[in-house]
């Protein structure tokens, strides 16, 4: 499985983004729960958001409850996260992971593939 993190830029507080997520190789991958993570300077990666695979189960870190919402189009490949009402505290380094056992859960290690990721920088 392949994934590609795009979309990233930057914004003013307050403003959106878009983020997407493209997988390709192995033709089952839209029978993958994926997830979002980011990485800010000198921190840990977090969980962000998850989608199962059918899209029925979807799950948030508490910060951006509200703000961002995850969704896919598995005809395409692609899985998306928009984000708004954006924060300083939201910059960071964004990236997609594929969970082959479709379980919307937050633990990084369970994710079996992971993209390159896409900077979110937002000013205040």
């Known amino acids: 499985v392949q994934l590609q993190a795009f979309g990233g830029g930057l914004v003013q507080a307050g403003g959106s983004l878009r983020l997407s997520c493209a997988a390709s190789g192995r033709a089952t991958v839209t029978r993958y729960a994926v997830g979002w993570f980011r990485q800010a300077p000198g921190k840990e990666r977090e969980f962000v958001a998850v989608i199962t695979w059918s899209g029925g189960s979807t799950s948030y870190t508490d910060s951006v409850k509200g703000r961002f919402t995850i969704s896919r189009d598995n005809a395409k490949k692609m899985v998306y996260l928009q984000m708004n009402s954006l924060k300083p505290e939201d910059t960071a380094v964004y990236y997609c992971?594929?969970?082959?056992?479709?379980?919307?859960?937050?633990?990084?290690?369970?994710?079996?593939?992971w993209g390159q990721g896409t900077l979110v920088t937002v000013s205040s």
């Open positions: 992971a594929v969970r082959l056992d479709n379980i919307a859960g937050p633990t990084t290690t369970r994710y079996n593939y």
